[in-house]
């Protein structure tokens, strides 16, 4: 399902500047943002977070059949990072091929182009991941 537009612009805090929430509880660290930390339920005392953006790679394949938004930047390797403060997220890794990148090779954050061809004219931005 094609998200509008309200719903884009509304996660733009989350994708363009990595935010997420820690739970001050039992420490541990979320992404994307959450209402309640699931180990702690309702002793849990979340707050908000901006993720440095430097990690390892935790997982990653290449995908050579993407969907189509995405068939003019394939190849491309696509990765869970873990990121330093232990969140996971899933993002793209610019600029390299699956033979450059190894399980805990170091990453940070870059800002890119998503996808371009929305019908509504929009190009959407967001953080990926280039080797360090
Ligand atoms: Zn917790």
Known sequence: ??????????????????????????????????????????RGRLEEVRYSGKGKVYSFTEITSPPVAFQDQAPYVLAIIELDEGAKVTGQIVD?????????????????????????????YGFKFKLV
């Open 1 to 42: 399902m094609k998200e509008s537009i309200p719903l884009t612009w509304r996660k733009i805090p989350a994708r363009y500047r990595l935010l997420g929430v820690k739970c001050t509880t039992c420490s541990t660290y979320y992404f994307p943002k959450r209402l309640v930390c699931p180990k702690c339920r309702r």
């Open 96 to 124: 390299a091929r699956a033979s450059d990148v190894k399980i805990g090779s170091r990453v940070d954050k870059v800002f890119r182009i998503i996808q371009r061809d929305d019908p509504e004219g929009l190009i959407h």
